[in-house]
């Protein structure tokens, strides 16, 4: 693989020379380029880049030789950026784009190759997102698995931050290509994303047409280095007397990061969003976090609505991995904290907050030896598969089990020391671990005892209430940083293997 490779590395810089230094910048933008994935209909596919101001731009879409369509604009002078919107196309490929730049009796004209139609996802986040492919379980084999999956394209994006918002990303780790041995296992957290690959895999098993994967993501950061400033100020998060946590172990300024590996790309018509972060927030503005949350997702939503002249969908769909489990966490309820915020403290997904969203719970998914610390669990072929069946009933509008069962029901039964739960969808209790907690209150302190099982059946589990003498104020369940072994929590959907989320819940009259 080094020859195409070197080939690619010498070619590229001379192409780019020759257009540069005969013009004043006619250019793709940085993430235009061959083998990239376009986002097939309804929307439209979005093409910009920069030029001379006043210059007329051409571009023109070609499958084998043959003119496709074509579309005409001009170069903004005030920020020397062209941008026209490709007619929806039905998935498929592959295309030439060609940008032809007019300008008095001047022409310049760039193209690009092998480009496919398909569905674009842009996956982001901290470290268990960034994981590539050769930090994963059975990860020879994954990477061998690339000759049926050629149209499924991966890009990168390099670490970057910056203060302001970027047009265009100022760097690139992996252009568009197809996935290799080599570009899915580059290094440790270089490129390419297994939880992202993985992901795109699933759906193209399902879909079987082009995906499109971007993985722009940075370990050790918090969500504030995501944000931009608009949505930091609308969840009250303070600017001033910043604080380093011990749980944020890479860059935490506010929004760097969403200045220079998100926001270069909000003019990308997106099919949809996936995200996995939340550990470096365990300690650092956790009480804000079902806000800050709840509002990236919106920021963002309203940011590529509006950068592709509307072609992303308003409130495009966004997922997001439930954080795992952590031997090493400072206290017992910073993680299930975390975990409840993920969901606007709803404990489940799509709700009022946070519609069109989806949920992979991963507490069940530990990892006590992972080489690189039980933070970073090895199981990112679960959690991937977990995420491509709510994007399939999310985002596509399939009839598939998603997440899984909720108690949508309490009834306390004083007298007989018992509190019925009723499931909103059939349980599979797989063993009755202590798992289970209730808050007992005497004297206005209340305290969270063990509330173990007593009975269970279909949809209804029993819990047994009789080791609290004072009122019944709350249950909740896998309240712990470490709530159950690798795929052994107690409760399961029994035909589809999702494990019950955690919860909490307060008693009512």
Request: proline share 6%; aromatic share 12%.
């Amino acid at each position: 693989m080094a020859a195409p490779r070197f080939v690619f590395g010498l070619v590229l810089p001379l192409v780019l020379l020759a257009a540069t230094s005969a013009d004043v910048g006619f250019r793709f933008a940085s993430y235009i380029n061959n083998y990239m994935v376009l986002q097939k209909e309804p929307a439209g596919a979005v093409i910009w880049g920069y030029g001379t101001s006043g210059a007329t731009v051409t571009v023109t879409l070609y499958q084998d030789q043959e003119t496709i369509m074509e579309k005409v604009t001009s170069v903004k002078a005030h920020s020397n950026s062209w941008m026209v919107v490709l007619d929806p196309m039905k998935p498929g490929g592959p295309y030439e784009v060609m940008a032809q730049q007019t300008f008095g009796k001047t022409n310049f004209t760039l193209r690009v190759h092998d480009v496919l139609f398909g569905d674009v996802w842009l996956c982001s986040g901290q470290s268990n997102m960034q994981m590539t492919v050769s930090q994963i379980f059975n990860a020879t084999r994954e990477l061998a698995n690339t000759a049926a999956y050629q149209s499924v394209r991966i890009f990168s994006v390099s670490l970057i931050q910056a203060e302001q918002e970027l047009e265009d990303l100022a760097k690139v780790d992996l252009q568009w290509a197809k996935p290799t041995t080599e570009n899915l296992g580059h290094g440790i957290y270089e490129y390419m994303s297994a939880v992202c690959w993985l992901f795109g895999r699933n759906l193209y098993d399902t879909l079987q047409y082009p995906i499109g994967l971007i993985s722009s993501s940075w370990g050790g950061t918090p969500i504030e280095a995501w944000s931009s400033e608009r949505s930091l100020k609308a969840c009250g998060v303070p600017t001033q007397g910043f604080t380093q946590s011990n749980s944020v172990t890479g860059l935490s300024n506010h929004s760097v990061l969403w200045n220079a590996m998100i926001h270069p790309l909000h003019n990308m018509t997106l099919k949809g969003v996936i995200w996995y972060q939340g550990e470096s927030n365990m300690n650092f503005n956790r009480d804000l976090y079902n806000c800050t949350f709840p509002a990236l997702i919106e920021d963002w939503r309203q940011t590529f609505h509006h950068g592709s002249q509307g072609q992303t969908e308003r409130f495009f769909p966004f997922g997001f991995v439930q954080l795992s489990s952590y031997l090493s966490a400072p206290s017992d309820d910073t993680f299930p904290q975390i975990r409840w915020h993920q969901t606007a403290d709803f404990g489940y997904v799509p709700n009022l907050r946070m519609p069109n969203t989806f949920m992979a719970v991963a507490m069940d998914l530990c990892d006590r030896k992972s080489p690189f610390g039980s933070i970073h669990p090895r199981d990112k072929q679960t959690v991937a598969y977990r995420l491509h069946l709510g994007a399939r009933a999310v985002a596509y509008g399939e009839k598939v089990i998603f997440q899984g069962p909720l108690p949508e029901k309490m009834e306390l039964l004083a007298d007989k020391g018992l509190l019925n739960l009723t499931y909103s969808q059939e349980i599979q209790v797989q063993r009755q671990d202590k798992i289970f907690e209730i808050s007992c209150c005497s004297d206005h302190q209340c305290k969270w005892l063990p509330a173990p099982m007593d009975a269970f059946s279909a949809q209804t589990l029993t819990l047994s209430t009789g080791s609290c003498r004072g009122t019944l104020a709350a249950v909740r369940y896998a309240w712990a940083t470490w709530p159950c072994e690798y795929k052994q929590c107690p409760i399961y959907h029994p035909s589809s293997t999702l494990p019950a989320p955690p919860f909490i819940a307060f008693m009512t009259n």
